[in-house]
């Protein structure tokens, strides 16, 4: 049945079977087995393209619904009885990860003893791929990610900052508006990283042309490469507060705050199926990384 589900979603054979670590053949012959124990055939196969059929349509969220609750019944029965226990993978966003990992490793430990996490670091659009593919039980991102089929729940909202070299005339100020956005040479992620998208967004709230604000030339796959660049006098760039003493302490940085009427924020919240039984579970679990989050901002220096 999971093969079922993975070509299904994949549309491609070669694809399915990397993604569940199996042979071609061996996937070949586990989809005729099911499509014989059915008597009915669920995928068209061809030299060019695979086809689900309406039988196999009709019968994938299903497929899915047993899949997800097979899962949880394994979860359960390690003993857990309502409590996380075993391996649990988890998707989050690079923007995310090193902030909160530290503390919410710890936490893991203390409160879920029995649990074996698996975290699987990567950008947004991947990570929900991999929610809908069943390779990761929830994930840890910026929403909305206004994905279907998935639930999301909100755990907490954090302001960004700016980031300028230390003799920027902006060093230490407070009182920053949106239209300061305008004053600077932005730096960004690549494409596909949500930080990217949220300060684009941010400036278009400033009504601000943000091909104009940001660096379209100059682009960074990790928040350590920008503040590299921003020592170099390349530009400025805004970080989120759970990172800022990681990423903002290095000797050549300085940091400016919005002022406190303005919002400059995201929403980072938990991501999983909506045909998932263990959400409460994930609630619970949800806990613990707002809690993380809130040791990373209470970690930071007074100049932060």
Do not use: W
Not at 80 to 85: C, K, V, Y
Not at 233 to 247: C, K, M
Request: aromatic fraction near 4%; charge should be negative; include cysteine.
């Amino acid at each position: 049945m999971r093969t079922f589900v993975t070509i299904a979603e994949n549309k491609h054979f070669g694809t399915a079977a990397t993604k569940l670590g199996i042979s071609q053949p061996s996937l070949s012959q586990a989809l005729v087995a099911l499509e014989n124990g059915l008597g009915v055939q669920l995928i068209e196969r061809s030299t060019r393209k695979v086809i689900v059929t309406a039988a196999g349509e009709e019968l994938l969220p299903y497929a899915k619904a047993t899949l997800d609750a097979a899962d949880a019944f394994l979860a359960h029965s390690r003993g857990a009885n309502g409590t996380l226990s075993g391996p649990l993978t988890i998707g989050i966003i690079p923007t995310v990860a090193p902030y909160i990992l530290p503390s919410l490793l710890t936490s893991i430990q203390e409160h879920y003893p029995d649990l074996e996490p698996r975290f699987v670091e990567d950008q947004t659009r991947h990570l929900v791929q991999m929610l809908r593919d069943g390779q990761l039980d929830l994930g840890i991102m910026a929403v909305p990610a206004e994905a279907s089929g998935m639930t999301e729940v909100a755990l907490y909202r954090e302001d960004f900052a700016v980031v300028v070299p230390s003799d920027h005339p902006l060093a230490g100020r407070r009182d920053l508006s949106l239209s300061t956005l305008n004053e600077l040479d932005l730096l960004l992620l690549d494409d596909g990283h949500c930080l990217h998208d949220q300060i684009v967004d941010l400036c278009r709230k400033a009504d601000i042309n943000p091909s104009e604000a940001t660096n379209s030339v100059t682009r960074a796959s990790s928040l350590t490469t920008i503040m590299r660049l921003v020592i170099g006098g390349l530009g400025s760039t805004l970080v989120p507060a759970s990172a800022l003493e990681t990423e903002c302490t290095r000797p050549g940085l300085a940091i400016a705050h919005f002022s406190d009427d303005v919002t400059a924020e995201r929403q980072i919240g938990l991501v999983f199926r909506n045909s998932s039984s263990r959400a409460d579970e994930f609630r619970a679990f949800g806990e613990l990384v707002t809690a993380a989050h809130q040791d990373a901002v209470s970690n930071q220096l007074a100049t932060a």
